[in-house]
């Protein structure tokens, strides 16, 4: 039963046997509106964790849970280098375009330099948030909801932050990004801006606030991805709430009810999001009112979108990744992988190439209109 609640929820995981879950929605013919072509394809291990897909530049980095990490060219889809920590994943991959940090399932983080390992020091807990590098140092979010830094060059440990919380946490990626000077950071239900020089509060933003009657209901923690326009960041707490925060300087712009559990991602009209039977919605960026509600991919299995050129591309269980308008959320076209799910949300990488990643490893590129 442990492991069942530190899953995504026993809402949506159906720890509960014999429940039937509800039948996907059926899709009907494709539009095909814009065209989207596959300029290459790549390879990694198997991916069971919440792997994030960094994009540095022209340069992807990805992570198998095999433990295999790799750096490849969004143009080309080839390697700029690849290498194995030897153990198998929790979290990853982090990097600021030299080095890549990733979380093994033993509680170890690796910092490689160019796919060379440079070393690998022991966490107090597990994590499941992609390390972030930033300013020559490596930061982890633990599942304790420890925050630590370390010098990127040598492993020490500069500094480490610990909040007491509810007793269970997600077994999915929080919330950690720089926006300027500051360390923003989900903490359960709130964000918080964080001195990334001694870890030190700066100020904090409460998104939702825990109000079950028993511990799951009263999760509320911060899920990767979330929606960045200039210092304002929108983010989800899990089954809970959507909200926007001026992260310069703490101040909530708006915060509105939600029922979600994977990110966000938007552009400076729209936030958009997927609630957890499969609507999608899109929020005003700047009151939160709705713009938009499009239940056309209910039940799916969907990832956070991705906001890109005139679509949001969204992926789902079946290793479709579709197309909607920014507009009002009509299909513009779907495109198939390999049958697999996809497994990371979809990012945008070398200017125009939109790149999955399926639970079997693949690596897509596309270059859509």
């Known amino acids: 039963m442990v492991a069942c609640l530190l899953g995504l929820s026993m809402y949506l995981s159906g720890c509960a046997s014999g429940v039937e879950q509800p039948k996907p929605a059926e899709l009907g013919p494709n539009a095909a509106l814009i065209g989207v072509r596959l300029a290459w394809t790549a390879k990694i291990g198997e991916v069971s964790f919440p792997m994030d897909v960094k994009v540095t530049g022209n340069a992807i980095t990805v992570a198998g849970t095999d433990g295999s990490v ?3 060219d969004a143009r080309t889809g080839g390697d700029i280098w690849r290498a194995s920590v030897g153990a198998p994943l929790a979290a990853g991959a982090g990097s600021d375009g030299r080095y890549a940090a990733v979380v093994t399932q033993s509680n170890e983080l690796v910092v490689l330099d160019a796919g060379r390992e440079l070393w690998r020091q022991k966490l107090a807990a597990l994590s499941f948030t992609a390390p972030l590098v930033a300013g020559a140092r490596v930061f982890t979010l633990s599942a304790d909801r420890s925050v630590s830094a370390f010098d990127a060059q040598t492993g020490r440990k500069l500094w480490s932050q610990t909040r007491p919380g509810e007793p269970l946490v997600l077994r999915q990626a929080g919330v950690m990004l720089a926006v300027g000077d500051t360390l923003v950071v989900g903490l359960a239900g709130r964000l918080v801006g964080m001195n990334p020089q001694n870890g030190s509060s700066r100020w904090e933003a409460p998104i939702a606030v825990s109000r079950g009657t028993n511990d799951v209901e009263r999760l509320v923690d911060l899920v990767a991805h979330v929606s960045r326009e200039g210092d304002v960041v929108c983010v989800r707490a899990f089954q809970a709430a959507v909200g926007c925060v001026n992260a310069s300087t703490g101040a909530v712009a708006w915060t509105k009810p939600a029922s979600g559990s994977e990110g966000l991602h938007g552009d400076d009209r729209f936030v958009y999001g997927s609630e957890s039977d499969g609507k999608i919605i899109a929020w005003n960026r700047t ?20 906001a890109v050129g005139r679509s949001v591309a969204i992926g789902d269980s079946a290793g479709l990744v579709h197309l909607l308008s920014r507009e009002d959320g009509s299909p513009l076209n779907r495109i198939s992988t390999d049958g697999t799910a996809i497994s990371a949300a979809p990012v945008l990488a070398a200017g125009d190439t939109l790149v999955v990643v399926t639970r079997a490893g693949g690596i897509f590129g596309y270059r859509p209109q």
């Open 70 to 72: 790799a750096a490849i």
């Open 287 to 306: 009151d939160g009112e709705r713009a938009w509600v499009s239940e056309r991919l209910k039940f799916r299995g969907l990832t956070a979108p991705l």
